[in-house]
């Protein structure tokens, strides 16, 4: 009786054993079959998340574009010197504006011609331009045409117009009985001045006048004062032909050559069509 419980005591124990060995190999192959089956990373998938890209498209965006510098503006350019007709010497220089700036090449040929003719002090037509001195030392004359300066930095100056020639000197004839403010003999009329062409202004409406300061028993007007009066009269829209200008009566006058004058204290302005 006690044999046959050892016999089968071992025949357990033999069972346990064999039991135990079959699990742990089940354990060994399911671990090698688990890591086999895992899959690796890709080196393909380490770049993508290394990579950052930018908006919606894979490729790089291209860097934006440079800040453009500003164009320079015009400058006031020194064509040269010039020699005036006093015999001194100037640069010639055409100064920058809204307007633009001068050529050289006209500069010096509208200067040259200032220069070359004798000139009494007043504003003077030369080439289209209106020329004239100024009170200012560093550049004492200047031209002037639609908003552009050409300037004479310097001493040269337009010659100036050599004096009248006296007049003859009268003596007493004897024989010849002096005149009394009861004689019938009238006395001698002032020499007459002579008119002076100013030179052009455009009116209102686009035409041009020509600006002439008449010579007269009582003077006649400079042509600094007869060209400011003349454009503020001819660019001046009004309700009737009658202006009053700086203390100038100007009007219209029923006359194709000269249709508008303006007078003030026996001086005249005339400003001739065309």
Excluded at 233 to 242: E, H, L, Q
Aim: glycine share 10%; net charge negative; hydrophobic share 35%.
């Amino acid at each position: 009786m006690r044999t046959t419980r050892l016999a089968t005591s071992a025949v357990a124990a033999l069972a346990v054993i064999a039991g135990l060995s079959g699990c742990g190999k089940d354990g060994e192959d399911h671990s090698a079959h688990t890591s086999s089956t895992t899959p690796a990373p890709t080196t393909a998938a380490a770049t993508s998340t290394a990579t950052k890209l930018t908006g919606s498209s894979a490729a790089p965006l291209p860097p934006p574009s440079p800040t453009h510098p500003p164009q320079p503006a015009l400058q006031d350019v020194n064509c040269g010197p010039v020699t005036g007709g006093n015999g001194a010497s100037a640069d010639v220089i055409v100064f920058a504006s809204a307007a633009g700036r001068a050529g050289c090449t006209e500069a010096i040929t509208v200067v040259s011609d200032y220069l070359g003719a004798a000139r009494t002090g007043d504003a003077a037509a030369v080439d289209g331009w209106l020329c004239q001195p100024q009170p200012d030392s560093s550049v004492p004359h200047i031209c002037v045409d639609q908003g552009l300066t050409i300037g004479l930095r310097g001493n040269a100056a337009p010659a100036t117009p050599p004096p009248p020639a006296p007049s003859p000197v009268r003596t007493v004839n004897p024989t010849v009985p002096p005149v009394t403010t009861t004689s019938s003999v009238p006395p001698v009329p002032p020499p007459v001045v002579d008119d002076v062409n100013c030179g052009p202004v455009t009116d209102a409406g686009g035409a041009t006048r020509t600006v002439i300061a008449i010579g007269t028993a009582d003077g006649r007007p400079g042509c600094t004062e007869a060209i400011n009066v003349a454009t503020a009269y001819v660019t001046t829209i009004a309700p009737s032909d009658s202006v009053v200008v700086e203390g100038w009566q100007c009007n219209s006058q029923p006359d194709a050559q000269v249709p508008q004058v303006c007078s003030k204290d026996g001086l005249v302005i005339a400003l001739r069509a065309g």
